[in-house]
């Protein structure tokens, strides 16, 4: 495309955002503009990465620390088969002006096995950012050790905004994901960045006042809050994926309340947000390479080709050919915007290689036809998530979080430059997000540089969060041990008979204490291998 050609469409996608824009203001009688303005000028900014002062001397905050909340049934089989409780838990919007408006976080409890040899409280996040928490027994159940289950009380928690804690409901979007593809044009490009503003919009005229605070530094100041109301002096934590970061913050911003956290699959957070998704191409790519040659010894069953290029050409002639005509199943239109997004989520783990195969070959088998029914139960649930369901908490809190650039010709360069080396998926790592439509976040990042003992586990074929960003994590947590999971391609360690070695030397820093003296290498079980 000629260079001319391609400034004026970048022009006129920002003449198309502005008055999608204007449109959404008309309708609801105020400027998106103003709405963002009052908003930040409403909330004072706070320094990055200063460790806070102790709750409990802030001013005004006493009531909230010591609050008694009553304990429940959950609703939630698993919690109730093991005998979890379940309770809200009262905290400012604002913790900069505690005296104003409230809401609640729900947590729930399962109390340790032996309480004579009782060591404290164990809370976790399944990550996100906007995945529920309050379930842990799902989350850890299978895989504690005895040891850790009789010595801890298990501490779920929704994060404000998520779940039962704080929501502020539906945007309205109208589809149900904010990342995706650009395409393979700039027309497709322009589509997904008017589609992003109002998406952000959507979001931002409803409750502003209340979604703008549902930021990572602010559910880390819920935790401590938690941590008080539980009449605990620290916590210990388990998080994943973007709980890492959660657990990061805290220690930054709470260091002496900290016990012992386990990070799995950790983010750098000076990669958060928008840093962490651009890596995700590259990942992505090798996630790609590596299913593509276990699929092309499997050519008599799936049919994507007998050698890696192959299989590879396979799948991007595929993307080629929904960009031409949308593969419709169930009612949504599988196109080259969100057919990278699926095969994003497919490549995490190199367990669900047959799985992504098939799914895979269930939309190729449609390709070019007339509208279908999805076959598979798997496909279908990911098809109604799309079509019908709403991921904007992922928004409110990422977007809530750090700022991102707003110069579309950035984003597009990025797209551009990127598809020589990530033909699948260099344009859903680069593309735009409702993000560049958010307003400033309320406080600056927090820059995480402590040196409160953690154990990071990672990877090294995480596509999700890159080995890199364990390493770096690793770095800037002075007193952490890198546990590392050799040449597996997964998300999240943590796992039943994936890594004994992993899960051993997890278990064995929660019962202990202790850090392990050097980093730790690991490998799959052979049972896993085999």
């Keep these: 495309m000629h260079t001319a050609y391609r400034a004026v469409m970048i022009k ?133 050790s005895p040891e850790v289950l009789a010595g801890f009380d298990l501490i779920g928690m929704d994060p404000r905004g998520v779940g039962d804690s704080g929501r502020s409901g539906r945007c309205g979007w109208p589809v149900g994901e904010m990342i995706r593809s650009a395409g393979l044009d700039v027309l497709g490009f322009a589509y997904d960045t008017v589609q992003s503003a109002g998406m952000a919009a959507a979001c931002l005229i409803r409750d502003p006042e209340l979604l703008r605070q549902f930021t990572t530094r602010n559910t880390a100041r819920d935790m401590d809050v938690v941590r008080g109301v539980l009449g605990e002096e620290r916590i210990s934590y388990y998080g994943t994926s973007y709980g890492t970061y959660l657990g990061a913050v805290y220690t930054q911003m709470f260091p002496e309340r900290s016990d012992r956290f386990v990070l799995d699959s950790a983010i750098d957070p000076d990669r958060y947000w928008e840093g962490l998704v651009r890596d995700w191409g590259p990942a992505d790519e090798r996630a790609l390479d590596e299913w593509a040659i276990w699929a092309a010894t499997r050519d008599e069953t799936y049919r994507f080709g007998s050698t890696p290029q192959q299989v590879r050409g396979t799948i991007e002639q595929l993307i080629r050919d929904a960009a031409r005509q949308p593969i419709v199943m169930d009612g949504f239109g599988i196109d080259d915007h969100w057919l990278p997004f699926l095969l994003h989520g497919m490549l995490m783990n190199f367990r669900l290689d047959a799985v992504a195969a098939d799914t895979v070959r269930e939309i190729a088998d449609a390709a070019g036809g007339p509208p279908v029914a999805a076959r598979t139960p798997r496909l279908a649930a990911i098809l109604r998530a799309l079509r019908d369901g709403e991921n904007s908490t992922l928004a409110q809190i990422a977007c809530g979080d750090a700022s991102v650039p707003t110069d579309l010709g950035w984003y597009w360069n990025n797209i551009e430059q990127s598809r020589a080396t990530q033909p699948v998926f260099g344009a859903m790592a680069s593309n735009v997000e409702p993000c560049a439509f958010w307003p400033r976040p309320v406080e600056a990042p927090t820059v995480v540089r402590n040196s409160v003992p953690a154990l990071i586990v990672q990877a090294t074929g995480d596509p999700r969060t890159p080995y890199a960003h364990g390493m770096q994590l690793h770095r800037h947590l002075a007193e952490s041990r890198l546990v590392t999971l050799r040449d597996v391609r997964i998300h999240m360690t943590f796992r039943p008979e994936l890594s004994s070695c992993v899960n051993d030397s997890i278990n064995g820093y929660l019962v202990s204490g202790a850090l392990p003296v050097d980093d730790v290498s690991c490998d799959l079980d052979p049972v896993t291998v085999g």
């Design 12 to 144: 006129c996608c920002v003449i198309a955002i502005e008055r999608r824009v204007l449109l959404l203001a008309r309708v609801f009688h105020r400027s998106v503009a103003t709405l963002v303005t009052v908003a930040a000028l409403t909330v004072p900014m706070s320094a990055p990465g200063r460790a806070e002062p102790p709750p409990a001397q802030a001013a005004g905050m006493d009531r909230f620390y010591r609050q008694q909340v009553q304990w429940g049934p959950c609703g939630i089989a698993g919690l109730d088969a093991a005998g979890g409780e379940c309770a809200d838990v009262l905290v400012p919007v604002d913790y900069s002006t505690p005296g104003g408006r409230t809401t609640t976080v729900a947590i729930s409890r399962v109390r340790a096995g032996d309480p004579e040899h009782r060591q404290g409280v164990l809370l976790s996040n399944p990550g996100g950012p906007g995945a529920e928490g309050r379930d842990s027994v799902d989350l850890l159940g299978d895989v504690l």
